[in-house]
């Protein structure tokens, strides 16, 4: 069983930046891929980002260049750098992880699911 806590969410101004954490708890959590997924209200839970447990990163294309995925295996930690931050980036970002390989965008790839972080960008 893994274990996922989202921190980092908050509010900010257009033009700012967060870093959004996921940490894992299980032993095996380091070999997990990982993944960010995030919901706007009224819409579908949307793909981010995937890094495999050898630190490959998948991105959606719209979001290349303005966010960055990361992990940290001693630590059990993922990582969400958003930079350039828009009102259309408001969302509850939830963090994903599974033991398998597959189509890494999506959902139902995910066996795991932390609770979700808020984040809210005013314009």
């Known amino acids: 069983q893994v274990q996922l806590v989202e921190s980092g969410g908050g509010l900010v101004q257009a033009g700012g930046s967060l870093r959004l954490s996921c940490a894992a708890s299980g032993r095996t959590a380091s070999s997990y891929v990982m993944a960010w997924f995030r919901q706007a209200p009224g819409k579908e839970r949307e793909f981010v980002a995937a890094?495999?447990?050898?630190?490959?990163?998948y991105y959606t294309d719209s979001l290349k260049g303005r966010f960055s995925i990361s992990r940290d295996n001693a630590k059990n930690t993922m990582y969400l750098q958003m930079n350039s931050l828009s009102p259309e980036d408001t969302a509850v970002y939830y963090c994903a992880a599974d033991p398998k390989i597959g189509q890494l965008s999506a959902t139902m790839l995910y066996n795991y699911w932390g609770q979700g972080t808020q984040v809210t960008v005013s314009s």
């Open positions: 890094i495999t447990r050898s630190a490959s990163t």
